[in-house]
């Protein structure tokens, strides 16, 4: 026998803690948080450093305040959580039910619960070795920066003594301070790009304030030891970013952690059909975030990889609040034709993607939030969103834009009522 | 004084372990790895051969012939996943037909069924993600894929549990014959006294022969790398892809594995560190454009791990099988390269014979077990999960969430016959941390439960081999810093 609910959101971290507190907050009663963890809170929980919070709550909190933050809201409400509890399939639903989720823990056994909508928030892994195939032996002493960083703040143990870090985005960065701190010496941070992927203060304050010097355009040629990491290779990269023979630098170290990117985790959403953005990895959405799929939504880093989780608890906050909107209008019109065809929003020069894919029209009046990334780092710069014709529709000058920060741009409904779809976001460099 | 002792433990010595173990004998296996399966046998193409490629008349061919047919029952009755896929050998050029049919001669007389000669396409309707440059193709339908560790796992689990003795952590460093004939073996362990002497040390058996004597035949490692892709990839193609072998040895082969990812390698790199099992980024590249000749669809970025295995190729063409001439008793079963993991059933039975033609008394014991059950979360059906849980609740707690692995597995795995004891021992059993986050996520949970079970801290928990180790203490306890109970 199945239990039904009216809202089953998928992962207890940021994104799916926000999601569930505001389709409470707009009326929804049956709604269920499933989290694989023993605890709310996701990622954040191992994040002990400051930084969390200056937009959504005005002031710098930890990854676990943050988290406690939001975990004290969703107490307030009736909302039901089960941790320890694992999704292990998103399929269509039964007998009038669209959606079917199938779960297990240890306590309920194995679970199948009818949901009339989804919301998906699993957040995403880290890239490892594998995924870029570096050379050389594969001894221990190779982590993801984010599993060293669960060793060393959740279960309390240091991973390494001298260490070398291979990519430049937030979480190596901050464990680049934290390892230090904890009294290993990190002898280089190495980034295969000219420029840095993480954001600027946390190359100030986790490299520059602790004399670690960050190599860019560089990468890791090779690995040495048998059994433990003895000897990391690093190379200085050409333009195409290829190793150049004879600028090899060996360090003698125990510990390589790679930062080297974040990957939404959608293997539930793809099992579920839903149509995934080869270029976020992530669902194709609309504005409201709801996913190719009638009632499905996605929002944080299951749809695309947020440097803020600020920006991730309110893209959350829309979703919910849209999925509580399609299950009472559902409730109110049973069946109810899904919305008219959606004007795709396309990334164009210098832009690697767009969130949200496509907008629908009736949505258009409130105007519309664009968020994506450049490839580029740029100095002085346009954003330029133009229509099918090449009209401009809009135009927003920067003065800095980096791969490493997530951009976004309002539309307003004035501009975006004369445009024909599609709209496409380029980047147009200004010479000083 | 056992009657024989078995030095290593890769396929070959746990599938003569487990040929004797039907049998009233007193066998010990020593191994000098703190694990099982843990050289050769775990770093292959995986591949049951159907047994085409050795020369008529050769060891390798009857042997080949024989394993495969072997290994898939044993697969079968032990529990271990094998599929039996079959393979294509592709030709590019018309000058490269004739080799087809040489192979498919040769398949013929060595007694491979099945064989099938094919038409460019005719290979790509069976494979449609073949290069159009393929005018032919040999198809054996009795070549399969399978997991090669828990092969072996399996074949010495049920030895273990029929009473065979295995020692790990126990290199043999010095072996001398017995004052009342058979031999002493010395480990750190300790001595220990046998009559017969089995030497499957693989790619070291070269090494423990000249414990003896001298070695009249010489080792030459050569090391195979690969990648191994994500899941998202393992459908490239549903069978076994093969290239004619070349002036550059054999030709870079692209399968599916059987746990449903996509293999592709390997090239053939002379190496004299036997144990340098490191990648090249120029090997890496030589597999990724060979591989692409064959499937030019493959998506490289899907990579989730590359690895490397050394072969124990030897300056001679087929397996050297044989009993020491000067020391009667001291059986060699080296040299065993390609295709070891589907000849080694076939070299263990063989070996068996060869000890009874030798005097050792073969009698089948009444009681032998010959069977062998493991829990797999992740291929039950709804209901019979819901009975794992219900039998007892860690079936439903996934601790390897790209693989679905649940603690419960994890605990079998640290309580099996042959015991895990380290973080990939683990991996190799119940395959957690095998999936695309490399066990980024499920490698320090596992690390404590192991720690938890075995009664030990964290800190002294291995990655693999002796020296591997993890954690090299705890963190200060600062106040930012949560204290581990
Ligand atoms: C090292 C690091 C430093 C950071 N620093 C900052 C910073 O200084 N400032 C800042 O604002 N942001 C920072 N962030 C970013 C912020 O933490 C993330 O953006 C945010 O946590 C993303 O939220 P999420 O809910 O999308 O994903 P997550 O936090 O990853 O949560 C996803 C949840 O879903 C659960 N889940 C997944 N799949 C399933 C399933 N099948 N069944 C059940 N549950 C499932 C997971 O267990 C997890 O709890 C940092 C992140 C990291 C890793
Ligand atoms: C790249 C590559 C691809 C291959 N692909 C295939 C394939 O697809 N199909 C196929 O059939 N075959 C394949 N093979 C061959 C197959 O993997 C081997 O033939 C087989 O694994 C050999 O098993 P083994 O037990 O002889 O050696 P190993 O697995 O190497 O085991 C030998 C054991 O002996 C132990 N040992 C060594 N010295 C001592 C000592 N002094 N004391 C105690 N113990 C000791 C070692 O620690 C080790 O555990 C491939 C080989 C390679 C390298």
Known sequence: MAETYQLIVIGGGPAGLAAACKAWEQGLRRVLVLERDCELGGILNQCIHNGFGLHRFGEELTGPEYAGRYIAMLAETGVEVRLDTMVLQLVPGRDGHPHEVHAVNGKQGYQVLQAQAVVLAMGCRERTRGAISIPGERPSGIFTAGAAQRFLNIEGYMVGRRVVILGSGDIGLIMARRMTLEGAKVLACVELMPYSGGLTRNIVQCLQDYNIPLYLSHTVTDIRGHDRVEQVVVSRVGPDRQPIPGTEMVFDCDTLLLSVGLIPENELSRGAGVEIDPRTRGPVVAENRETSIPGIFACGNVLHVHDLVDFVSAESERAGAAAAQYVQAQDAAPGAPAPAAAIPVQAGEGVSYTVPQHLHPAALAAGAELFFRVRRVTKTANILVEDANGARVAKFARTHLAPGEMENITLPAALLARATPPLTVRIEEVQA | ?485
Not at chain 2, 446 to 470: C, F, K, N, Y
């Open chain 2, 1 to 485: 004084m056992y009657d024989v002792v078995i030095i290593g433990c890769g396929v070959v010595g746990a599938a003569t372990a487990y040929r004797l173990a039907r049998y009233d004998l007193r066998t010990l296996v020593l191994e000098a790895n703190n694990d099982v399966a843990n050289a050769t046998t775990k770093a292959n193409s995986a591949i049951l051969h159907a047994g085409y490629d050795p020369e008529p008349g050769t060891k390798m061919a009857a042997l080949n012939v024989e394993g495969n047919r072997m290994a898939i029952e044993i697969c079968r009755r032990l529990d271990v996943p094998v599929k039996q896929t079959g393979s294509l050998v592709l030709a590019f050029t018309p000058e490269q037909l004739p080799h087809l049919q040489t192979l498919y001669d040769r398949g013929t007389a060595n007694g491979v069924p099945g064989l099938q000669l094919l038409s460019g396409d005719e290979a790509r309707a069976l494979e449609p993600n073949l290069s159009t440059e393929v005018c032919g193709a040999l198809l054996a339908p009795t070549a399969a894929v399978v997991d090669p560790w828990g092969f072996a796992l399996a074949m010495i689990e049920t030895a273990v549990r029929n009473g065979v003795e295995l020692h790990r952590s126990a290199p043999v460093t010095a072996i001398r014959a017995g004052e009342g004939g058979g031999f002493v073996l010395a480990t750190p362990q300790g001595e220990v006294e046998t009559r017969f002497v089995i030497n499957a040390a693989g790619v070291n058996a070269d090494r423990v022969h000249a414990l003896l004597e001298p070695v009249d035949w010489r080792m030459q490692p050569s090391r195979g790398e690969y990648y191994l892709l994500d899941k998202s990839e393992g459908g490239r193609v549903g069978r076994v892809i093969f290239q004619c072998p070349g002036p550059e040895g054999k030709g870079v082969l692209v399968a599916p594995t059987v746990h449903g990812n996509l293999i592709v390698g390997p090239n053939a790199e002379p190496v004299t560190d036997r144990r340098d099992l490191g990648n090249t980024a120029a090997g890496l590249a030589f597999v990724k454009a060979r591989a692409m000749q064959s499937v030019p669809s493959i998506r490289f970025g899907e990579n989730i791990r590359n690895f490397s295995g050394i072969r124990a190729n030897t300056d001679r063409d087929d397996f050297l099988i044989g009993w020491s001439k000067a020391y009667p008793g001291f059986l060699d079963l080296a040299g065993i390269k390609s295709p070891g993991l589907t000849s080694a059933p076939a070299i263990g039975k063989l070996a068996a014979d060869m000890l009874g033609e030798a005097g050792l008394p073969l009698t089948e014991k009444p009681d032998f077990l010959d069977e062998r059950h493991v829990v797999r979360f992740r291929y039950a059906t709804p209901e019979q999960k819901a009975a794992l849980i219900a039998k007892d609740p860690r079936y439903g707690r996934v601790i390897c969430r790209c693989e679905t692995i649940t603690e419960g597995e994890i605990l079998d795995a640290i309580h099996s016959p042959v015991p895990a004891t380290t973080v990939n021992g683990v991996k190799r059993r119940c395959n957690a941390g095998m999936g695309r986050c490399q066990g980024g996520f499920c490698g320090p949970r596992v690390q404590a439960i192991l720690a938890r079970e075995l009664g030990v801290s964290p800190t002294e928990i291995l990655m693999d081999q002796a020296g591997s180790w993890v954690l090299c203490g705890e963190t200060k306890q600062t106040e930012e810093v949560p204290t581990h109970g």
